[in-house]
């Protein structure tokens, strides 16, 4: 739940924004590892040339940890940590945040409840009390507990009246079954009513820990000034989180579902095994997924489904890597009366792609997307670099990634990509057709 707290405060962050890009058009990326007194670890990008830090983690837990029925038990809780910590009341800390012009926002996905905190460095003290009240000591108080539950419900209303949020629930059903992933992560009306403050509290207890702690921060400050900031905020924290064990997701895969529900449109959706970021054949099947479809205009599938025949707006493919899963899906939504021939049209790519893979032209073309896009996607401001520092320490891959990243693309050969297509696309997908009843 992200407040933008101050105008006045995004008005500099945007201005100071573009005399960066003005003068600094790439940026350089040197990566410190920051250890505190009691052994907190993090990752830096010291930038003093904003006054701003950006501060991004994360623990691991998320709504796969939701007990059953108490599904939306972790949404709910982060859309409360900004609602009261400590001594502070809901008023009374958000009024602080207001008074030092910081944002506070928490997240939780399927596998990792996340936090960030953007302030001005000349706050920086003010701000990082009040995280650390938010991260150790957050209240539950019941009339914040029960407002944002009734947004959370609206939202949830909202949501059933739109298509993709439809398909996408129907969709994880089938896919995961009695899986944790096959469950809505915001809940139902009636899980999120069953929620008490006992439950957030004990939730909170369990998964608030300091193993599996990722940290990245930006911005004007110092590793010595970061040590003594990360045992403010994680250093009283329980050791080990309490978590559930989760198993691996078992995909449906060769599974054709049908659901009929009255969509103003038929959604399509089929799902390929995947590949883990650490899996030697990595960078082959990234490429081979950006030709097929995850390129969007440049895409075979895009190509063929929206551009030549227009049964679409848009289609696509990606690679999806979770903690218990990693698959290939390839979606798209068209007309009811076409949608057996916009079926027969993605099988025709997949097929095309497994037996004869990519071009030596596709390959150069996608490679050079591939290694030029990623500053402007994951640099281009000091969140963004913050995100990314988590995500490269929750993918295992070094402090020296970033500098590698293209010689590890480049050095991927056209043999390699056809054999990533064959190992992925041979295997008969899941598929998942949502809309209206056939006649």
Known sequence: MIRLLTPAFNRMAAALLLVILAVAPVYAVEIKEVVSPKGIRAWLVQDDFVPLIALRFSFEGGSAQDPKGKEGLANLMTGLFDEGAGDLDSDAFQEKLDDIGAEMSFNAGDDRISGAMRMLADKRDEAVDLLALAVNKPRFDQAPIDRIRQQVVANIKAAERDPNTIAGRKFAEALYGDHPYGRQSQGTEASLASITRDDLAAYHKRVFARDHLIVGVVGAISPEQLGPLLDKVFGDLPDKAQLDPIGDAKLALGKTTRVDYPLPQTSISMVYPGVRRQDADFFPAYIMNHILGGGTFSSRIYSEVREKRGLAYSAGSALISRDHMAALTIS????????????????????????????????????????????????????????????????????????????????????????????????????????????
């Open 332 to 439: 798209t939504a068209t007309r009811s009366d076409r949608s057996g021939e916009t079926l027969q049209i993605l099988k025709d790519e997949v097929a095309r792609m497994a037996k004869d893979g990519p071009t030596e032209q596709e390959l150069v073309e996608a490679k050079k997307y591939l290694v030029g896009s990623y500053a402007i996607n994951n640099l281009d401001s000091s969140s963004a670099v913050a995100s990314t520092l988590i995500g490269l320490q929750d993918e295992h891959l070094g402090r020296d990634y970033i500098d590698k990243r293209a010689d590890l693309i480049n050095a991927v050969t056209l043999d390699q990509v056809k054999a990533a297509a064959r190992k992925l696309l041979e295997t008969d997908p899941a598929i998942l057709i949502i809309g209206p009843p056939q006649s």
